[in-house]
Every structure is written in structure tokens, then in C-alpha cells.
């Protein structure tokens, strides 16, 4: 490969799941994860060396996407936690109240 061929553009290592969450090319590891780590001052090796399923490269390939591209990123993200918000919405209703999830359960030989 040439030099000229190294200039033309990569993309970055990410991909849209069925679920449409960006997970890093190779992983189960959303972009989220990533910049949360980063923007918390985690470096690409901390990030790497808590993920082992990351690659130095594609850290540095997903990190270099996001600040190229913050906006439509932090974008992304935010409809992504709003979603979560959503969902959680919901379901908080449907989920037994605090009050019944702590209350003792009797053992199974009393009953």
C-alpha cells in the first residue's frame, strides 16, 4: 500500500447493531462506554486496560470519530439516554414497589 492509499479516508471502527447502538467493530462495547471513560480522563491505555476486548488502534479510531464529530456523537447519545429515560418510564410502574422487593421473604420449609 502506498502512502497516497494511507490518506484516503478509513471509516472509523464502529457499527450500527439491529438495535441501531454503535458498538466497537468486533465487540459488544457501545461508543458510549468510550467517551464516558475519556471524557471522565481515562487515557486509551486505561480504556484498553479496562476493556479487554479493545484494540489501542480502535480506541484511538472511535475517540478520534467522536471529537471529529462531537456534535452528531453527543447527539446520538443524548436521544440514546433519552430513550433510557423513556423506557424507564414505563416500566418503573410496572415494577414492585420498594416496599414489597424488601419485605422478608418466609423460607420455603415453613410454608
Do not use: F, W
Not at 497516497?4 to 462495547?29: K, S
Not at 484498553?48 to 476486548?53: I, L, P, R
Not at 439516554?81 to 418503573?92: I, P, Q, V
Amino acid at each position: 500500500m502506498t502512502l497516497v492509499e494511507t490518506l484516503i479516508a478509513e471509516p472509523p471502527p464502529l457499527r450500527l447493531n439491529a438495535d441501531g447502538v454503535l458498538l466497537v467493530v468486533g465487540t459488544r462495547i457501545p461508543i458510549e462506554t468510550l467517551i464516558n471513560a475519556y471524557e471522565q480522563g481515562d487515557s486509551p491505555n486505561q480504556i484498553v486496560a479496562d476493556y479487554d476486548s479493545l484494540h489501542l488502534d480502535d480506541v484511538y479510531g472511535v475517540l478520534r470519530y467522536y471529537l471529529r464529530h462531537r456534535q452528531e456523537v453527543d447527539r446520538y447519545l443524548r436521544e440514546r439516554r433519552e430513550k433510557a429515560e423513556a423506557a424507564h418510564r414505563l416500566m418503573t410502574p410496572l415494577l414492585p414497589s420498594r416496599d414489597l422487593r424488601d419485605r422478608p421473604r418466609p423460607h420455603p420449609a415453613t410454608e
